[in-house]
């Protein structure tokens, strides 16, 4: 009877121990009496403020080794691998153009979202996919037969939700890109 009362004793000198570490932070008074409040207007932009330094930081660490870096208004950052002389812009391509795309999309980490040798070349009009404006920002700026390489902030990729499963939240887009003119083969 008496290792029964040191059991139960212990089972509660137990659980009384764990309530007092699961006691949440939203229950104890702030310090000198200070009231809670919920963030301000200020506070919210100065995180977003401060996670698109974060963002821009990252991408400049990535592009650093590139040689001929670009910078959008956007946040985007690429560099022409190739291109043919004298090519067309994209954005003065008269409409009901097709181009064709031979691309890699891939996450930092190193995994692929898509590429052309698994799931072919894109082919579109210019400004009528459904890729994520950063896409075709990148496109528009672009001459045919350029070969690009880039990296997408989230905010002009798949932003704060990604697209599950295969692009997580704020997820970084490398794009490597060629951009030539959609031509049917027999």
Known sequence: MTQRRAAYGALALCALSFLGCTDSASNRPLPNGAQKTRPSQEDLIDFHRERAREMDSLIDAKTAQWEAVIRTGTGIRHERLDSMPDAPRVADLKEG??????????LLDGRVITQWEEDGPLAFEPGSTDLPSGFHELIGQAHIGDSLRALIPPIRAWGMSGLPPDIPQEAVILAEMRLDIYRRTP
Do not use: A
Not at 97 to 106: G, I
């Open 97 to 106: 153009t097709v181009l064709e795309l031979h691309h890699k999309f891939s």
